[in-house]
């Protein structure tokens, strides 16, 4: 049996690309040559996040159609009316980083299920992943109770696992060199390198190739 291939995803659930990798990231989840951790970098969340106007709403949307066209992912009319048309709410990743932190400390096999559902509710059902309440209810459909009442009631640990788990997805991608997401970088100990996000959107054998090859 081949050597399992370490692979660290760097990703960040409000980011449009990380959406369109998701047919790719559901080709390699679970497979037995991979051993796959999401890392959240917090692209969006803090001082990254910026108020949804009128302008970044038609970037993100002229975006979105681009990104569409490449991997068929769907960009419902009720996400643009809904998300987009919104100008009262932030586009902030935080809550949705801090669902999924709740998830990897309660039921840590399931993050990818969580990430698919956060993206989905957003991306296909125009559901606000921004709102701490919509974020408990998606995690309780995916019977993520206690995932879910981490994130409406969160404790200390929580929020040291946050901060923790960004401090560490940020550190990877000053090291590896990484502009933005999604990322991936593959490899063990000083033989980790960083395989370009163009092979997220590629095919999959040429990328398990390359994760394996690192």
């Not at 932190?101 to 309660?106: G, I, K």
């Not at 040291?160 to 560490?168: E, I, P, Q, W």
Request: aromatic content about 8%; some cysteine.
């Amino acid at each position: 049996m081949a050597p399992t291939t370490r692979v660290t995803y760097l990703f960040d659930p409000l980011c449009g690309w990380c959406y369109g990798a998701s047919p790719m990231l559901d080709q390699l989840v679970g497979r037995p040559d991979l051993a796959l951790e999401p890392l959240a970098t917090g692209l969006f969340a803090g001082a990254g996040a910026r108020p949804m106007d009128a302008g970044f709403a038609a970037f993100a949307w002229t975006n979105d159609q681009r990104i569409a066209r490449l991997t068929g992912q769907v960009f419902s009319e009720a996400y643009r009316r809904t998300i987009l048309g919104d100008h009262t709410r932030l586009f902030d990743s935080g809550p949705a980083t801090l669902a999924l932190t709740a998830v990897a400390l309660t039921a840590p096999d399931r993050v990818f299920d969580a990430l698919k559902a956060i993206q989905n509710a957003r991306y296909i059902d125009g559901l606000d992943n921004t709102d701490s309440t919509v974020l408990a209810q998606i995690l309780r459909s995916l019977g993520l109770a206690d995932s879910a009442g981490r994130l409406v009631d969160p404790d200390d640990a929580l929020i040291a696992a946050y901060r923790a788990r960004l401090d560490s997805a940020r550190a990877e991608m000053d090291r590896f060199g990484a502009g933005g997401v999604p990322a991936l970088v593959a490899g063990s100990g000083d033989t980790r390198r960083l395989i370009p996000s163009g092979a997220l959107f590629g095919g999959l054998e040429t990328l398990v190739a390359k994760l394996q090859a690192a």
